[in-house]
């Protein structure tokens, strides 16, 4: 139990970890793409307000001729950094002039083809592979302007690939510290949970001496005197805490992840009919229908006395709980690559809230789960060690909180 929650904690703190470096990465790649699309238009519209090329700078300009103020502010090495084409087109599309001075990678036929496709695509903005272009139709010649993103994209191909690769290396230094950290934390409660199940083990062997004896004693109190209230009362009390104190071990048994069991390939159908078949006639005593579906010829690994126990368990808590006059449905089957047993009973009221603590220890619902019916709230945890001891799942549920359906899946 401690080991899965100690995986649980590793997973939840990798899942947060990598939701916030993903945000983060998000965030940073966003940001640093958006701001090479807004530098390629405002450099883009800038040629396009002088007939695509640059306006002369404040030192070019004459004394008379000051640098516009309606101008941006221009790098004076803008011009000479920016590599750029545009073509001119009438207005039925056709090319009047094409200008590729301002750029190596691009010849004249190039050039022409790029502008036919972008304006048969109709777009006025957008990309042609590592060329941001623009549509001007201010004027009576249209103007197309590429402007060459490449450096722009590969930085940012770069540092989207720097950002998943610092992440993927730093995730996995997390993990790593998680996994080292994550086991020194739990140490204590190990080590507490160790000494918990330790001292219901030596305290259940301690506690079946007495027991032993106080039975015998009562025996022969019940041969000398012979049978009376008192001395039933006492040998009826003494077998409930011999019971209790052997399910308080086996219990404790189960959970050892060292525990071996016993794996044979065992006939599962037949050791199901064995040990259910008893209980028909303890249902038919309380006026209870049991009706069995057992599928014939299954076999599984398994250890066989636990599985004897885990039905057992199953239909006695389905006899002793379910509602009077009502029919029990006990099935077991297979499904594709997995074995089923399903087991259904009538009662009084469960909620969906209660079935989610039904394999908790010592656990009672308020109405059917109560001391009187003899239990002790461990038959269903133990049948839980048993399930995750062969590698299964057990579930309880209820669609109408009239009834309750225990399920038990094991790998065929």
Not at 20 to 45: F, K, P
Not at 182 to 187: A, E, K, L, N, P
Not at 324 to 348: D, F, Y
Request: with cysteine; hydrophobic share 40%.
């Amino acid at each position: 139990m401690i080991r899965k929650l100690r995986i649980k904690l590793i997973i939840a703190s990798m899942v947060s970890l990598l939701a916030v470096l993903l945000v983060i990465m998000s965030a940073v790649n966003i940001v640093y793409y958006s701001q090479v699309i807004r530098d390629a238009d405002s450099t883009l519209s800038l040629l396009a307000a002088n007939n695509g090329f640059f306006p002369k700078s404040n030192h070019n300009a004459p004394p008379d001729e000051p640098f516009p103020k309606k101008e941006p502010p221009l790098s004076p090495e803008l011009p000479y950094e920016t590599r750029y084409f545009f073509v001119k087109l009438s207005q039925d599309g056709s090319v009047r002039s094409v200008n590729t001075g301002k750029i190596a990678a691009v010849d004249t036929s190039d050039a022409i083809s790029y502008a036919q496709t972008v304006w048969a695509q109709g777009k006025t903005q957008g990309f042609a592979d590592q060329y941001r272009f623009l549509v001007d139709t201010s004027s009576s010649e249209p103007l197309i302007l590429f402007l060459d993103c490449s450096r722009g994209l590969d930085n940012f191909k770069t540092l989207l690939f720097s950002c998943i690769g610092v992440s993927l290396v730093g995730s996995l230094l997390v993990l790593l510290l998680l996994i080292f950290l994550s086991g020194r934390i739990v140490r204590p409660f190990l080590e507490n949970y160790e000494k918990q199940k330790q001292f219901i083990t030596d305290a259940g062997h301690e506690l079946k001496t007495p027991l032993t004896i106080l039975n015998a004693d009562a025996e022969i109190l019940a041969m000398d005197y012979g049978e009376n209230e008192w001395v039933s009362d006492i040998q009826a009390q003494t077998k409930r805490l011999a019971d209790l104190t052997n399910d308080l071990i086996l219990l404790s048994r189960m959970e050892e992840e060292q525990t071996q069991l016993q794996m044979l390939e065992l006939p599962l159908s037949d050791i199901a009919e064995e040990t259910i078949a008893p209980f028909q006639a303890v249902a038919r005593t309380q006026d209870k229908t049991l009706e069995l579906h057992i599928q014939p010829m299954l076999s599984m690994c398994g250890d066989e006395k636990s599985l004897r126990k885990l039905f057992s368990i199953l239909l006695d808590n389905a006899v002793k709980y379910s509602a009077p006059q009502s029919t029990i449905s006990c099935t077991l089957e297979r499904q594709k690559n997995l074995i089923r047993l399903s087991v259904w009973n009538a009662v009084e009221r469960i909620t969906k809230a209660q079935t989610e603590h039904l394999f908790d220890r010592f656990y009672r619902t308020d109405q059917s789960r109560n001391s009187q019916t003899g239990g002790y709230g461990l038959g269903l945890s133990i049948a839980l060690a048993i399930v995750t001891a062969h590698k299964g799942k057990i579930t309880a549920s209820t669609t109408d909180e009239t009834s309750l359906l225990i399920t038990v899946t094991f790998p065929a």
